[in-house]
């Protein structure tokens, strides 16, 4: 049997990450890339890319990431010239507290993050020669949400020490979090005035979601086509997902994975409506983290 016919592979190969290059993202990439090349100075712009939780943040990361970097090897030598990486992307630690920053990216660059006892400032400047050694030219920090935990003391110190990182480095770095990490951001005027807050917002019904409902059609490798970008099957999908592309994606792998054991092979109104949505096990997003009652 040829793997495009086998339905369970078919239905496992939807679960594959597909970076989908929609016009917003393309965009915001295309800043990205103009700020990896910025001439260096002592203040360097940097981006804070803000959307709700599963809009596309982190995918969009690692997209520019991937193209970028490559990976490292566990025994590298930071002195060797042939070592390079431009683009370190890592996610941020569950609280603002300096020391796990700086042990998360030491461990991320799979660098030991030494003892305990070692000060925060030594810490800080084995980071920064290690990665002027790596000629990186960009730091991404994924989840930057999370540093609104914690106290105001911590939070200072944290964006203090990103301050202090990119004056030491002359690099950019572009942060993603969520809408409420922007009074965060701007808490500190120096921090705000460095980091240009850059949008991914939630869809609505208008051309660019249906050209981008077109686009995600093609990746799921129906057999029937679905005309997803349809006025009332475009409703219905901005409806079910609330405008977020996470869940949007995840929905439209529910419903091929549904449509191909079926053997429909398409996607219908009537797999969209409420009863059928329900029996497929699909909660709103904004259902999923209520209590039962």
């Known amino acids: 049997m040829n793997v495009h016919d086998d ?7 939807l679960k594959q990450p597909v970076w989908v290059g929609y016009a ?41 990431a991937r ?38 990216m030491l461990t991320e660059l799979t660098i030991s993050p030494g003892s305990p006892r070692e000060p925060t400032e030594s810490k800080l400047r084995r980071l920064s020669i290690i990665l002027s050694s790596l000629k990186t030219q960009m730091i991404l920090i994924d989840e930057f949400g999370f540093f609104q935990a914690g106290t105001p003391v911590k939070q200072r ?45 939630r869809w609505k019904l208008d051309d660019e979601f249906k050209q981008l409902l077109a686009t995600l ?12 970008a349809h006025e009332e099957l475009a409703s219905r999908i901005l409806e079910a997902s609330d405008g977020i592309i996470g869940y949007m994606t ?8 549904a449509a191909i054991r079926s053997g429909e092979e398409r996607i219908t109104l009537d797999a969209l409506s409420p009863r059928n949505l329900q029996r497929l096990g699909w909660k709103h997003p904004t259902q999923r983290h209520r209590f039962p009652t």
């Open 7 to 13: 339905p369970e592979l078919r239905i496992q190969a």
């Open 24 to 64: 917003r993202a393309v965009a915001i990439r295309q800043q990205m890339e103009n700020l990896l090349v910025h001439p260096r100075m002592h203040r360097m712009p940097n981006i804070a890319l803000i959307g709700d939780s599963n809009n596309g943040k982190s995918m969009l990361l690692n997209n520019f």
């Open 67 to 104: 193209k970028h970097d490559m990976r490292l090897a566990a025994d590298y030598d930071v002195n060797s010239d042939d070592i390079r990486r431009p683009v370190f992307l890592f996610q941020a630690p569950p609280e603002p507290d300096e020391g796990r920053l700086y042990n998360r």
């Open 157 to 201: 110190k944290l964006l203090n020490a990103l301050k202090f990182l990119g004056n030491e480095l002359q690099i950019p770095m572009v942060v993603a979090a969520v809408p409420e990490t922007l009074n965060l951001l701007q808490s500190d005027q120096q921090v705000a005035n460095r980091f240009e807050p850059v949008f991914l917002p």
């Open 217 to 228: 059609e093609r990746t799921l490798r129906l057999k029937q086509s679905s005309n997803l």
């Open 250 to 257: 995840d929905l439209l792998h529910l419903l091929a994975a």
